[in-house]
């Protein structure tokens, strides 16, 4: 299993970002797939939610309204679209996806968001 996150940066207060994470290694389609994201001193975060047939999505109260996730399985991707970034969010972002039956769980190396003036 391989998940390999993407679209970091440095971006200004206000401005927007969009994250991949590309999934190889197992059947993508079958997964609910998940964003967290790492701040130094602070355990990580959950901020999103997507399950494997795209019927719902979940978010955590701080991002609710600004951030979006979507996938596309025919491609093996999940999107975290941010928009109006503060500077806050700055963070190491990750997905994640976890074996609802083995309870294994799988993380990329994560992407670094910079948000600053």
């Known amino acids: 299993v391989q998940l390999v996150e993407s679209g970091g940066g440095w971006v200004q207060p206000g401005g927007s970002l969009r994250l991949s994470c590309l999934a190889s290694?197992?059947?993508?389609?079958?997964?609910?797939m998940n964003w967290y994201r790492e701040t130094p001193g602070k355990e990580r975060e959950f901020l999103a939610r997507?399950?494997?047939?795209?019927?719902?999505?979940r978010y955590a109260d701080s991002v609710k309204g600004r951030f979006t996730i979507t996938r596309y399985n025919a491609q093996n991707t999940v999107y975290l679209q941010m928009n109006s970034l503060k500077p806050e969010v700055t963070a190491v972002y990750y997905c994640?996806?976890?074996?609802?039956?083995?309870?294994?769980?799988?993380w990329g190396q994560g992407t670094q968001v910079t948000v600053s003036s």
């Open positions: 997507i399950t494997s047939a795209r019927t719902m999505t």
């Open positions: 290694g197992f059947t993508f389609s079958r997964y609910d």
């Open positions: 994640r996806t976890q074996n609802s039956f083995t309870r294994n769980q799988w």
